[in-house]
């Protein structure tokens, strides 16, 4: 299926989504977009590096027929860690932990990249929270099919040796502004950049620099880079869980993903037949930021034929 990139929509169309805390062994910030009180919540979870804003381009729209909230990971957003851990298994157990402090009831995950992952080990690990998955180019292992890009390989081998992985970010983070690196991992993670509403690279710039000011987010992101390497690892540990998965899945890739090769999500969708599968051509590893309209048709078309809406938003 071919994706088109989205218009601009600006940011007046929707109300600005409520800003919140809870303490769960320390702050953790979160939004809520909202929406109808009997539909569905879907609750969003951004990847390793993310922030909640890598759901600004398509969470206002979800919310016109669903409950959305999105979560700040610890380690990740404006949620420090303040002695929390951003491993791989601890935000996990943060999920968990939300889901039954804020929401109280089963909701559908939606993940991309490591939050893809951490969704699925939620869904593995507690069952009772989880009513559906929507993996935006998640986190699996990589086979002997797939051709890993050479900078992404380097990157994570850094992140195995924590050392080395310090002195670069160190590094860099010397030489480069915070927005000059924010657009780097931008331009690695999209085929292209100015499919980005413009309004959502603003936000995502903006947090950048508020993120200068943080205590040891190098640290904690050697941390989380290393906990995801190692869980990746475990590749026939994984296979399993992922067939162990019992509620409906819509796997979303893009096919130009430089991150996690389009060649692992076929693997994945050909081990698990019963998980509805949709590439995203010319389009990298966000396409919730790089083609909006698109993942957007995805979930609402895969909710209406899990009969999880009844109604759909209008579409343009």
Known sequence: MTASPADDVSPSQHPAPESRWVDLGGPVHYVDYGGPEDGPLLLLVHGLGGSLLNWAAIAPTLAETCRVMAIDLVGFGRTQPLGRSPRIEDNRDLLARFVDAVIGHPVILVGNS???LISMLLADDRPDLVAGLVLVDPAVPVGPSARPDPLVTLM????AVPAVARVFMARRRSLFSAETQAMAVLRLCCVDTTRVPKHVLHQHLELARERENYPDVDAEL????????LVLARRRWLQ???RRISVPVLLLHGAKDRLVPIAAAR??????PTWRFEVAEDVGHVPQLEVPDWTLEQIHDWMA???MVAVLSARP
Not at 156 to 159: C, E, L
């Open 305 to 307: 034929s899990e009969g």
């Open 267 to 272: 693997a994945v969708a050909k081990s698990n």
């Open 222 to 229: 050697v941390v989380a880079g290393r906990s995801l390497v």
């Open 114 to 116: 490591m939050g893809g």
């Open 240 to 242: 399993e869980l992922m």
């Open 156 to 159: 994570f081998g850094a992140y």
